[in-house]
Every structure is written in structure tokens, then in C-alpha cells.
């Protein structure tokens, strides 16, 4: 299946690419390497807002994550203009705004990695860092960056 027809079968449509909400670029391009700026979790109903461990349970933590990974493909698709040029999703950087106590951090982040292996396959197997924060631009429950190798 290519790239198109999984995103199909995930029930993802993707939306326009995010433009930065303060100084800084949405992607690098350096050598064969794809720097994506942080994805929040905003997406078609608006931003998904919150604090895991205080107002959000791990699912709902999960559906911010997911929204991070749209939008971080939604990127890769404007920067290379053909996901099929992904070759590997190197790393995620994986962010969750949470309570003192929340440590279900990684479980939360999978909401991400969860769709990048849906979308790309092997490709989409990743090294990720899971960082819980006690507050998020704009209030965001989840941030995701990645790093991503084209051809």
C-alpha cells in the first residue's frame, strides 16, 4: 500500500501544514534530513488543550498525540511534496503537558508512534524521547517534533 492509501485506511485526512506561531520555521531541510518544528495537538475542532493526570486520561491523552502526528506528516507532505520520499522516521521528540505525578508519559506519546507506524510501515519505527512539561505552548496537551530522512 502506498503512503496515500494508509493514511486512507486510518481515516486520515490530511489538513493544509500549520504555519509557526512565533519566530522560527516549520521544517529544515539539511542533506537528506527533515527537521520538523513542534506539532501541537490543534486540529479540525480546534486545540486539544489540557493537563494530563489532572483534566485528561491517558486516551484523550493519546487523541492529542495523534493530532501531533497528523499535522508532523501534514509537514512532511509540504516539504518533500511526496510522503513516498519518507525513508525513515528517525526520531520524535514527544512532549505532554502533565500533572507532577503523571508518568504515563510514553504511553500518551504512542498516540504518535502509533501512526507513524500505521502510515509508513518499518519506516515509521523511530528513536523518541517522552517528556512530560507542566505547561505547553498555548496550552497544548501534547507537542511532537521530528526528524525524518528522505531520498
Known amino acids: 500500500m502506498s503512503v496515500s ?4 485506511a486510518a481515516g486520515v485526512t490530511l489538513p493544509e501544514a500549520r504555519p509557526p506561531v512565533a519566530n522560527y520555521v516549520p521544517f529544515v531541510i539539511t542533506g537528506n ?3 520538523i518544528s513542534g506539532q501541537v495537538s490543534a486540529g479540525p ?3 486539544v488543550k489540557g493537563r494530563l493526570g489532572e483534566d485528561m486520561t491517558v ?3 493519546q487523541v492529542a498525540a495523534r493530532i501531533c502526528a497528523i499535522n508532523l ?8 511534496g511526496d510522503l513516498e520520499r519518507v525513508k525513515r522516521v528517525v526520531k520524535l521528540g514527544g512532549f505532554v503537558s502533565a500533572a507532577k505525578d503523571f508518568v504515563e508519559i510514553p504511553k500518551v506519546v504512542n498516540g504518535c508512534s502509533d501512526l507513524m507506524v500505521e502510515v509508513f510501515g518499518d519506516k515509521g519505527r523511530h528513536a523518541r524521547s517522552a517528556v512530560a512539561c507542566p505547561v505547553l505552548p498555548m496550552g497544548a496537551a501534547v507537542e511532537v ?3 525524518v530522512e528522505f531520498a
Not at 73 to 80: P, R, T
Open 5 to 8: 492509501e494508509r493514511l486512507a
Open 33 to 35: 534530513l527533515l527537521f
Open 45 to 47: 475542532d480546534g486545540l
Open 59 to 61: 486516551e484523550q491523552g
Open 73 to 80: 506528516i501534514a509537514q512532511m507532505k509540504a516539504a518533500l
Open 145 to 147: 517534533d521530528a526528524v
